[in-house]
């Protein structure tokens, strides 16, 4: 139902009781405390390795072990593990919609609807399965079997609020920012109807670092605080509003947030490795300190940068990325700026939707447009070329865009004063 928080309060009493169980139990409970609680993934994936070594036949390990693997970045090592759970156990849908998020996250769409495709002829069915559809579909660019997922949703009411978050972003993804607003409100009164104000929280957070990319900032402020009114006790929408305070230069209630997010999750791997990193780099960045953004995001580094978020219905939006990119841009150094927003562009199949994906072809764009500037002879020219098609590229996805979005206007002028 995406309430982590719930489900973690759950984790952790079975954590406690776990002397009470038998030795397979224990370590199961282990591992889900591991992975869910405490965010300790290395300690997940030995508990689970340690439970596959007794009982080899426990498909959930398997598909747990996968999961952890997922959240480390290490997506090959996942779909072996996940291989090895859809051998012991070919009907349970999750081997079959976590695989195909895998492939995805590989870029193996033609193996991602293999997957999809198995399940179906399985008779197997989930709301994930709709959710990956409509991914590949909208890579794909198939509106009509994006419409026909939303519909199998919308049929859904536990549900249907995923459907409209994932319509929102798509809005936003091409700068309909109006449109994504009132989605993002339907998705959440949709989420709170089916009782799962986390997912709603995350929805307004989602939103308000949508905005906080596109210049927005007091609509961004909004959001964050209507996504931390909804589930204040969430970690995942409490670090989504860190990063978007940080995004809108709230430094101040960045930090603070960011503090206590620091000591309540110590040793929790994506909060150290990801989340923290990129609220700290994104607060660097605001006090004119690039290098130290950049030194900030040294631990946020594949594998681990490229590790999928639980709350999120894409695998990541690569945000530490997107944040190095500009730091870069920041230092003056544009080929290293390029190659940090078109590895957001090579994994379509992690981001999805999200508005970074989209941002990162304007990224390419300013990148190549330093290295004009700062270029000389054959090479400026050459730079100037390439940032003039991203540009083109950019503009001709935001042609029917708000008029009213800050980044949108900054694109266009820079594009004319390039031309």
């Known amino acids: 139902m995406g309430e982590l928080a719930r489900g973690d309060e759950y984790f952790a009493k079975a954590f406690s009781l776990r002397e009470h169980t038998s030795q397979r139990e224990n370590l ?23 439970t596959l070594a007794i009982y ?11 999961i952890v693997y997922a959240e480390l970045g290490r997506y090959e090592d996942a779909m072996r593990e996940m291989q090895h759970a859809r051998d012991l156990n070919p009907d349970f849908v999750g081997v079959w919609e976590n695989g195909a ?31 990956d559809l409509y991914a590949m579909a909208f890579l794909a660019g198939d509106s009509s079997t994006m419409q026909g997922q939303v519909q199998w949703l919308g049929t859904h009411p536990q549900v249907q609020n995923f459907a409209l978050s994932l319509e929102a972003d798509t809005a936003a993804y091409s700068g309909h920012d109006q449109q ?12 709170v109807q089916a009782d799962s104000r986390e997912s709603g929280g995350v929805w307004w957070e989602n939103a308000a670092l949508r905005e906080a990319l596109f210049g927005n900032v007091a609509l961004a402020r909004l959001d964050v605080v209507a996504g931390l009114k909804l589930a204040p006790a969430s970690e995942s ?23 206590a997010l620091n000591q309540k999750s110590p040793l929790d791997t994506q909060m150290q490795s990801l989340w923290l990193p990129a609220i700290r780099a994104q607060i660097a960045l605001n006090q004119k300190d690039a290098s130290g953004a950049v030194r900030d995001l040294q631990v946020a580094l594949p594998p681990i940068e490229y590790g999928q978020f639980a709350f999120l219905t894409n695998l990541t939006c690569l945000y530490p990325t997107y944040i190095r990119g500009n730091a870069y841009l920041a230092t003056g150094q ?46 400026a020219d050459a730079a100037r070329v390439r940032a003039l098609a991203a540009y083109k590229d950019f503009l001709t996805l935001w042609k029917d865009a708000d008029p009213d979005v800050p980044i949108s206007q900054q694109a266009k002028e820079e594009y004319e004063r390039l031309q």
């Not at 282990?30 to 340690?50: I, M």
């Not at 994504?180 to 989420?191: F, G, I, K, P």
């Not at 990063?243 to 947030?257: E, P, R, S, T, Y």
Request: proline share 1%; hydrophobic share 45%; net charge negative.
């Open 334 to 379: 544009g080929a290293q700026a390029a190659a940090e927003f078109q590895k957001i562009i090579d994994h379509s199949g992690m981001v999805w939707n999200c508005a970074t994906g989209a941002l990162a072809k304007l990224g390419v764009a300013r990148a190549d447009a330093l290295e004009a500037r700062s270029g000389r002879g054959a090479d």
């Open 180 to 191: 994504a607003q009132d989605l993002t409100r339907q998705a959440v009164e949709s989420a």
């Open 28 to 50: 199961l409970i282990s591992g889900q405390y591991y992975l869910n609680v405490t965010g300790e993934l290395d300690k997940a994936a030995e508990a689970y390795q340690e």
């Open 56 to 66: 080899p036949r426990e498909f959930r390990t398997a598909n747990d072990l996968a």
């Open 101 to 131: 998020n895998y492939e995805m996250g590989l870029q193996n769409f033609d193996e991602a609807r293999r997957l999809i495709a198995g399940a179906q002829q399985r008779k197997l069915d989930d709301f994930i399965l709709h959710i």
């Open 237 to 259: 929408v409490q670090v989504e509003a860190a990063l978007a305070h940080a995004m809108v230069g709230d430094n101040a209630d960045a930090q603070k947030m960011s503090d």
